[in-house]
């Protein structure tokens, strides 16, 4: 296991709404990066937070937002909820943003838009 | 063009076989890069990471060929716990976003 643990596993919501999704790095780790990944594709990049900073950010949109705590855990949250949105966010965590740093994943939130 | 480019299979291969996966990325400043395993609804785990040099770890063998722009996973002597999809990474300098490819699925046959 990576030590990497997200919450909740799963969710459904209905479009519009709004969801806060939750991720703990493994311990050591300070940067916190989020992906989503859609049916059938490879995980895509949608922020990363190091040292409570976001560090760099993907195509989505401002409705996509996030948060790094003291303690280098890490919120996701997406506004206006549409269902293109339903999909699996990974977060992953590495020890410093570095190019060649290893990204662990945790196991996902699978999400599901009515 | 997408950055990362991976045929997605599926690949069918008896139990034994030898199986090569390429993946190839369009930013030729691209500097690390890395095989991952991801086993259906679960999430991706590192199987090794690409040096420029070559690597291998037991039955998986991993090349990176800078000036083609690929790299290549070799798995020998598949096992049926190789069944899986398995995604090409690579992280271009001044980023330090993972850009995947859309994975290449794997099935070894009993």
């Known amino acids: 296991e990576t030590g990497v643990t997200q919450s909740p596993t799963h969710l459904i919501k209905t479009r519009g709404q709004q969801v806060t999704l939750r991720c703990s790095s493994q311990?050591?780790?300070?940067?916190v990066s989020w992906y989503q990944q859609a049916l059938g594709q490879g995980p895509q990049f949608i922020f990363q937070y190091y040292r409570e900073e976001e560090n760099g950010r993907g195509n989505f949109p401002p409705r996509f937002s996030g948060l790094q705590f003291p303690n280098y855990s890490s919120e996701l949250n997406v506004n206006a909820l549409e269902l293109d949105d339903s999909a699996l966010y990974l977060c992953a965590s590495s020890l410093v943003a570095g190019a060649e740093e290893t990204q662990y994943f945790g196991p996902g939130t699978r999400l599901l838009v009515l | 063009r997408k950055e990362v480019e991976q045929d997605p299979g599926p690949f069918n291969v008896p139990e034994g076989a030898t199986v090569a996966f390429n993946c190839t990325y369009s930013?030729?400043?691209?500097?690390?890069f890395f095989w991952y395993r991801q086993d259906c609804r679960k999430e991706p785990k590192l199987l090794m990471s690409v040096y420029s040099s070559g690597n291998e770890d037991g039955r998986f063998t991993a090349q990176l060929n800078r000036a083609s722009q690929y790299i290549s996973l070799l798995i020998r002597d598949s096992k049926l716990s190789d069944s899986a999809t398995y995604l090409c990474?690579?992280?271009?300098?001044?980023?330090?976003?993972?850009?995947f490819g859309t994975g290449t699925r794997l099935k070894v046959l009993a």
């Open positions: 930013n030729s400043a691209s500097q690390s």
């Open positions: 311990s050591g780790h300070n940067t």
């Open positions: 990474v690579v992280n271009n300098p001044g980023t330090y976003k993972y850009i």
